[in-house]
């Protein structure tokens, strides 16, 4: 079982800057990888970011060159950097991580990201 809290959403004009954090609990053993995903309204979910525990990184074309996603494995913590923030990027942001299996298993409660132009 492996439960994610996120955090750092809220409210940012564009071409500022946000990072957001999830802190990982549980068996943190069994988490193959972690990203971000975003739903907007009326949107679908979209996979923003991915970093693998061999480190392998996959990102958005959306928001290449804008966004990091990075980890801290001694606090168990993961991040999104999102810099040259576009109004477009307003939704809610999901941490997610990817089991044994590598399903999506596991899922964090969301924090709102609101660009305002």
């Known amino acids: 079982q492996v439960q994610l809290v996120e955090s750092g959403g809220g ?8 990072r957001l954090s999830c802190a ?3 068996s943190i053993a069994s988490i193959n990888a972690m990203g971000w995903y975003r739903q907007a309204p009326g949107k679908q979910r979209e996979l ?16 290449k060159g804008r ?8 606090k168990n913590t993961g991040y999104l950097q999102m810099n040259s923030l576009k109004p ?10 990817q089991g044994a299996k590598w399903a999506w298993d596991y899922w964090g409660q969301g924090t ?6």
Do not use: H
């Not at 477009?88 to 991580?97: G, I, L, Q």
């Open 11 to 18: 409210l940012v004009q564009a071409g500022g800057s946000l």
């Open 24 to 26: 990982a609990s549980g």
């Open 48 to 63: 923003v970011a991915r970093i693998t525990r061999g480190g392998i990184i996959n990102y958005a074309d959306s928001v």
């Open 67 to 74: 966004f990091t996603i990075s980890r801290d494995n001694a």
């Open 88 to 97: 477009e990027d307003t939704a809610v942001y999901y941490c997610a991580a």
């Open 112 to 117: 709102q990201v609101t660009v305002a132009s």
